[in-house]
């Protein structure tokens, strides 16, 4: 009888549609006016890093870049904020909708910055934009 009740009232009630998803947030960081991180030379990621991202990407379900003759291409931007001393003090990678390789990105601009900056170039307190390309064939 209380089944039947329930039922009922399910079926009189009136569906309500689900709210909209939030809208796409827009990033606070204007990435066209940042200049580029300084490199005495300029980083190239190795061949078991590329394998790396691509791996991550397709084991995580990340939006994947269309391939092109091909070639899948990945860039990931990362902000880099570097101190007085002229060492990285933060970064932050621009989304692109896999955590975990924005992360990986933003890992390796510390490392490979370190050492490896123009000190005549990079203004202590300032803001840098560093892009890594990543290439491989599907």
Known sequence: MIGLAL?????TMPLVAAPD????ARSPIDWTALPPLPYRR???PTASMIAFVSS?????????PMPVDGHTR????????IGEDRLVRATIPR????PVVEQYG???????ARGNLMPQFVSGGGWYRA????????
């Open 21 to 24: 998803p939030a809208p796409a």
């Open 95 to 98: 989304a692109i909708g896999c």
């Open 74 to 81: 990945l860039q990931i931007d990362v902000a880099v904020l």
């Open 56 to 64: 991550e990407i397709h084991r995580n379900e990340c939006p994947r």
């Open 7 to 11: 039922l009922t009232l399910a079926q």
């Open 106 to 112: 933003a890992g390796l601009v510390v490392s490979f």
């Open 131 to 138: 892009s890594l390309q990543f290439d491989w064939t599907e």
């Open 42 to 44: 300029a980083p190239q």
